[in-house]
């Protein structure tokens, strides 16, 4: 069965460095999304993509965060300047478009800002 | 503006027992999807259901069970005969039709089943 999947499992790094999530959407699945999870608190959601753009953000995408789809299957999150505060589990997700609702998540990148 | 709320934080259950999930949203649209999420202490969330706003029927899964009623803008969620592999976290997602794609969470319900 087809699954979306997210490296690294896990990453630490300092504040103020930049990190690079990446995640391999369901291959044939046309919109992407990345969503956070602050430990023990609910998940959020950050930005969704669409033909190669930003279709949708929340207030939380602000201008340290960008995503991108460098190539034929992988989908990113970069966050800038990584703050304490953006320590979270990162998921990724997609669905098949218009009318497939359904979003199938990743197992999550664990990102730890010391 | 929309939003999902889970009452219950934490449920504790012995095995066997039948434990119903609340879930209560808001939305001012006319058409939305509302979906169950499980996520296991490995941490994924598993996609378990989703139901659009037009259709109320209920729904049976194996020992899963899902009661959505618009009159209390409710969709809970039931185990029947619980067991130890169902103790997680679940959460409760609304979409609407004329908001993106985005979900919208609740705050997870954590449910522990013990032996």
């Known amino acids: 069965e087809p699954e979306v999947t997210q490296t690294p499992s896990h990453q630490v790094t300092q504040m103020g460095q930049e990190v690079i999530l990446r995640c391999v959407p369901i291959s044939n699945h046309l919109y992407f999304y990345w969503y956070r999870q602050i430990l023990g608190q609910k998940v959020e959601f950050l930005v969704s993509f669409y033909n190669n753009e930003i279709s949708e953000k929340s207030e939380i995408f602000d201008d340290q965060f960008s995503v991108e789809r460098p190539d034929g299957s992988n989908f990113t999150l970069k966050i800038r300047s990584t703050k304490l505060e953006d320590s979270a589990m990162y998921f990724c997700?997609?669905?098949?478009?218009?009318?497939?609702?359904?979003?199938?998540f990743g197992p999550g990148t664990r990102l730890l800002v010391l | 503006a929309q939003k999902v709320t889970q009452a219950q934080t934490e449920i504790s259950v012995v095995e066997k027992e039948d434990v119903t999930l609340d879930c209560v949203y808001e939305?001012?649209?006319?058409?939305?999807?509302l979906f169950w999420y499980k996520q296991p202490p490995s941490g994924e969330l598993v996609f378990l259901i989703r139901r659009n706003s037009f259709d109320e029927q209920n729904e049976i899964s194996g020992r899963y069970s899902w009661n959505f009623q618009k009159s209390t803008s409710s969709f809970n969620f039931t185990i029947t005969a619980s067991q130890v592999v169902d103790s997680a976290v679940y959460f409760c997602?609304?979409?609407?039709?004329?908001?993106?794609?985005?979900?919208?969470f609740g705050g997870g319900t954590r449910l522990m089943v013990k032996p």
């Open positions: 997602a609304l979409r609407n039709n004329n908001a993106g794609n985005m979900l919208t």
């Open positions: 997700a997609s669905s098949e478009g218009q009318g497939k609702e359904t979003q199938y």
């Open positions: 939305t001012r649209d006319t058409t939305y999807y």
